[in-house]
């Protein structure tokens, strides 16, 4: 009827016949055209719901219904004396020695990345293989200590199959998760050789840096140790009083809350806003010795920011006597 109205009583020129030829070929386009909407709204879709905290953070549900997956690598962060007391069933002890190289002498420093070769091994001792999806978890409040586990996880090149669990051993007990004191049988992983991720950086990287466009340079030690009040340390190894000059503070106790649960992504905004992070910077976290900051970090990457831990943090910043600190506590005095 619409057609009979146009093209006979309408006074505009008529409008040539589409040939067959023609009506396939608009079709193929509209089809095309179609599909391409399709995939760009699913696509879309997708990033939204796939957030980076989605990816980076498992729920006490999710864990009770893979526990028994074939390729989960469960990791328990803790005293020994508790986890042998109770853990997860088929979780696995992990320490900082386990995945971290030290020095006590006080020439090195108490916390470094190992050599990607020794990192292998190391990862393949915690049963850790190329299939392997890692689920790391906190007893008590071993929050920095797990997370320093996840940021070496992610420096592997494993960060994409790596998570944690919110809330740990007391979010799994108030969820009425089973516990044992049955201690799993140790593994050995395989990995192919490590893709390792430039997502560690040193002092002279972090001097450059600080106060430029698009980074910021974050302490996330207690604000008695950012503002000079504490000295970092030891009485034989002290560190310099204050703070890397130019850095922000966010202490790496307040991404959690009373519970020990991650704060929700609002929260985690308005702290990292509070600390002068604009969206989209990039966050190189420093702290004592490079293990409060990870937990920081990982907040920061749960809201999508690029980030870079100054391993040697303060400790080694401290030896750097040219380098410039800040001290809060002494500003008007002489």
């Not at 990192?119 to 299939?131: A, V």
């Not at 806003?273 to 976290?285: E, L, M, N, S, Y």
Request: hydrophobic share 35%.
């Amino acid at each position: 009827m619409k057609r009979a109205l146009i093209t006979t009583n309408h006074p505009m020129p008529r409008t040539p016949r589409a040939t067959p030829s023609h009506i396939g070929t608009a079709r193929h386009r509209f089809a095309a055209g179609f599909a391409l909407a399709c995939a760009a709204f699913l696509m879309a879709s997708y990033a939204l719901a796939a957030s980076p905290r989605e990816s980076l953070v498992v729920t006490v549900p999710w864990l009770s219904q893979h526990l028994g997956d074939p390729d989960l690598v469960l990791l328990h962060v803790g005293d020994k004396a508790d986890y042998t007391a109770a853990h997860i069933p088929g979780a696995h002890l992990v320490s900082q020695s386990d995945i971290s190289v030290s020095d006590h002498s006080g020439n090195g420093l108490m916390l470094e990345m190992p050599p990607a070769g020794d990192l292998r091994q190391r990862l393949e001792g915690l049963g850790i293989s190329d299939r392997s999806h890692v689920v790391v978890y906190y007893g008590k409040d071993w929050v920095s200590p797990s997370t320093r586990v996840l940021f070496t996880l992610d420096y592997a090149g494993l960060g994409d199959r790596s998570a944690l669990l919110d809330g740990g051993m007391d979010a799994w007990v108030r969820g009425g998760g089973a516990v044992t004191k049955v201690i799993p049988p140790p593994r050995t992983g395989a990995l192919a050789p490590l893709q390792t991720r430039p997502i560690v950086v040193d002092a002279s990287y972090v001097r450059s840096h600080v106060g430029a466009p698009g980074v910021s340079v974050v302490d996330g030690r207690s604000a008695s140790y950012y503002d000079g009040v504490e000295p970092g340390g030891d009485p034989k190894h002290p560190h310099r009083s204050g703070h890397i000059a130019g850095a922000r503070n966010l202490p790496f106790t307040e991404i959690t809350d009373d519970r020990l649960m991650l704060r929700s992504p609002e929260e985690l905004t308005a702290l990292f806003t509070k600390a002068g992070v604009k969206p989209g910077d990039t966050v190189i976290g420093y702290c004592h010795i490079g293990q409060q900051a990870t937990a920081m970090l990982f907040a920061a990457r749960t809201l999508g920011h690029t980030v870079l831990l100054y391993d040697g943090s303060f400790e080694d910043w401290s030896r750097h006597t040219e380098y410039p600190v800040e001290n809060p506590s002494k500003k008007g005095q002489p």
